[in-house]
């Protein structure tokens, strides 16, 4: 099955610096990657997602990007703000199947 | 759009007794929906996915009659914890997909179960 990797666990970044995400999956008939917000005590949101027939998408000051040959997903995320601090997750899946999640990134901005 | 509500949001309750919680699409048709358990600083684990009107569909070592679920229309899913003890206490999410309209699952705001 599916297993998603990513890294790192946890990040701390200045303020108005950029922050990178990376996650790694190993079913290349997985053709759906979502990354979710998870703030404390709280359900994930979804920011973006972004599918196989797409190298690089961007919403504002977030971006994902795929390589499919070598089966790795980053998310950007430009001119952080404090705001942006949370846990986020990454996940892979197939057309209407399952996701699985990677472990989680804890995001820390420091002003 | 694509709001999901979860209801308790926090709920306490003594070993041995069973819990339920609710899990609803405000705006959509949930064609599918999602239990999953998170533990502090862990990563969601999915339990069981559920169709509406057919039985669900449980993951690996999750009891399918320990924890029990009713997908019985497009906006409402249940999970029911029976015989709770302390070791269930956890966060449950639910998410909500309309596959009609493509893979994304939609959270709820999730469920605080604490069993004394």
């Known amino acids: 099955g599916e297993n998603v990797e990513q890294h790192p666990s946890t990040l701390s970044v200045q303020e108005g610096d950029s922050a990178v995400i990376k996650c790694t999956y190993s079913d290349s008939a997985s053709n759906y990657f979502p990354w979710y917000k998870q703030e404390l005590g709280k359900g994930p949101q979804l920011i973006i997602d972004?599918?196989?027939?797409?190298g690089e998408k961007k919403d504002q000051r977030i971006a994902v990007t795929l390589n499919k040959t070598a089966k790795h997903f980053s998310l950007h995320i430009t001119e952080t703000q404090p705001e942006d601090s949370a846990v986020y997750f990454c996940a892979a899946g197939q057309g209407a199947q399952k996701l699985v999640f990677g472990q989680g990134t804890r995001l820390t901005i420091n002003p | 759009g694509a709001v999901v509500s979860q209801h308790p949001s926090r709920v306490i309750c003594k070993s041995g007794t069973s819990v339920k919680i609710e899990c609803r699409s405000l705006d959509f048709q949930a064609t599918t929906m999602f239990w999953y358990r998170q533990f502090p600083k862990q990563s969601l684990m999915l339990m069981a996915t559920s169709n509406e009107g057919s039985k669900a569909t449980y993951e690996q070592g999750v009891e399918k009659d320990k924890f029990l679920i009713n997908h019985a229309s497009l906006t409402l899913s249940t999970l029911t914890v029976t015989s709770a003890h302390p070791e269930d206490s956890s966060f449950y999410i639910c998410?909500?997909?309309?596959?009609?309209?493509?893979?994304?699952?939609?959270f709820g705001p999730g469920t605080r179960l604490l069993v004394l």
């Open positions: 998410s909500a997909r309309d596959t009609r309209r493509g893979e994304t699952q939609y």
């Open positions: 972004i599918r196989s027939n797409v």
